[in-house]
């Protein structure tokens, strides 16, 4: 059997040499040609798989993207040829949301908000989206939820149309795929008409896909003399972003909100039980075999620790201001691309385990780890 995987999809090898020959290619370089003799490919989001990557690849049985989002997989037409498809459906939800709370805290410091006194609407209520709000609510905030089609299929749910949000929130963060189709197509949801109708300060954070927001009309409204506190992960046209609206980004990223070890890591393993189920045969590896010890990995929690303390612990984790930097210092010479590729090492929350004889119970449920 030869698998092709994305080089940048670790532990790979590590996970997929007992089915066969691993080969690695370069994301944005695959060409149908390499794929003659394919009989699995694993991708992530960079590669478009599409009848004209596909046209040469007659023994191809399976594809695996190790990312929660699918808008780069033609999914009717692997069904159609009768090709296995699989994602990894919250493999890097933990990552996203901690890289949220990370600029919350960032834009709460350099605005001088308490949080608690903020609105959060929350539009997309999945994988990333209910842990952010469980998150946000264990930290005391105000949070709206918006998710049509959850609130179709759940009558408990407690969905608020966007128009709601966009009235009331101080904050909007989006966690939607991208769609053009159906009865609640995201894109370019947020737009001229959907930024007039928002408060003046509503901050928007974007770490779902670039094209959820027109990056065009951001710049209009930002170079109007309107700034509102803005966080983008993901942008539109990847990876040739538009540069002028960089000045006017409070905390500007390269697409790296899921990019912790765990996140990466975990979409790589999910594939891997796909395809032992797939081929049946027994799962023998996991994810803790490779998993490298955290820097730091334990912290003693005292009885004087609280609400207000959080911020510093989080930070031992993570801190977005970091990703910010390394985009504004290289993007004009090494690139969107090249910043995704030399990613820093990035924990979770769940790896470091608290200590102490009162440790709130809300620490283990924000993702620390108990010990
Ligand atoms: N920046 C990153 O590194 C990164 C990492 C992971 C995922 N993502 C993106 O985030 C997206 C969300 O991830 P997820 O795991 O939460 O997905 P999910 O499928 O679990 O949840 C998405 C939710 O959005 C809702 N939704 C769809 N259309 C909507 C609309 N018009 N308005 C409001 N809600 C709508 C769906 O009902 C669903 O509940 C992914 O599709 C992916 O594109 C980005
Ligand atoms: O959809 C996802 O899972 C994310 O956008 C993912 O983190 C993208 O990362 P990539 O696959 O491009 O490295």
């Not at 929660?68 to 040829?81: K, S, W």
């Not at 989080?314 to 030399?342: E, N, S």
Request: proline fraction near 6%.
């Amino acid at each position: 059997m030869i698998i092709y995987a994305d080089d940048y999809m670790p532990y790979a090898r590590q996970f997929f040499a007992g089915f066969g020959e691993v080969r690695l290619f370069s994301g944005r370089q695959l060409q149908p040609e390499q794929l003659q003799d394919a009989d699995v490919l694993l991708v992530r989001s960079i590669t478009q798989v599409n009848a004209a990557l596909l046209a040469k690849a007659s023994h191809l049985r399976f594809v695996g993207t190790a990312t929660i989002g699918t808008d780069h997989v033609d999914q009717p037409y692997l069904a159609e040829r009768g090709i296995a498809f699989s994602s990894a459906p919250g493999c890097n939800a933990r990552a996203v949301v901690e890289y949220i709370v990370s600029s919350l805290f960032c834009l709460a410091e350099r605005y001088q908000w308490s949080l608690t006194e903020q609105v959060i609407g929350i539009v997309g209520v999945g994988n990333i989206g209910q842990p952010l709000a469980d998150v946000l609510q264990l930290l005391g905030c105000k949070v709206l939820l918006c998710d049509p089609l959850r609130a179709q299929s759940e009558p408990d749910f407690p969905h608020q149309p966007l128009e709601a949000l966009l009235a009331e929130a101080d904050v909007l963060s989006f966690h939607v795929p991208h769609t053009r189709q159906g009865p609640h197509p995201t894109h370019h949801l947020i737009n001229a008409d959907t930024l007039a109708r928002l408060k003046p300060n509503c901050a928007l954070l974007n770490a779902c896909r670039g094209a959820v927001f027109d990056n065009q009309a951001l710049l209009v409204e930002a170079q109007s003399g309107r700034q509102r506190p803005l966080v983008l992960d993901v942008w539109e046209q990847e990876p040739t972003i538009l540069l002028p609206l960089l000045p006017y980004l409070d905390i500007a990223t390269a697409h790296i909100a899921g990019h912790s070890i765990e996140g990466k890591a975990r979409g790589t393993e999910q594939l891997y039980q796909q395809l032992c189920q797939l081929l049946d045969m027994p799962v023998t590896h996991r994810l803790s075999d490779f998993c490298p010890l955290p820097a730091i990995s334990a912290v003693q929690i005292t009885e004087n620790f609280g609400l207000p303390d959080v911020q510093n612990l989080f930070r031992l984790v993570y801190d977005v201001r970091r990703d910010d930097a390394l985009l504004r210092h290289h993007i004009h010479q090494q690139g969107f691309d090249w910043l995704r590729k030399h990613y820093p090492a990035r924990r979770e929350c769940s790896s470091i385990a608290l200590y102490g004889t009162k440790v709130p119970d809300w620490l283990y449920q924000i993702g620390f780890r108990q010990a």
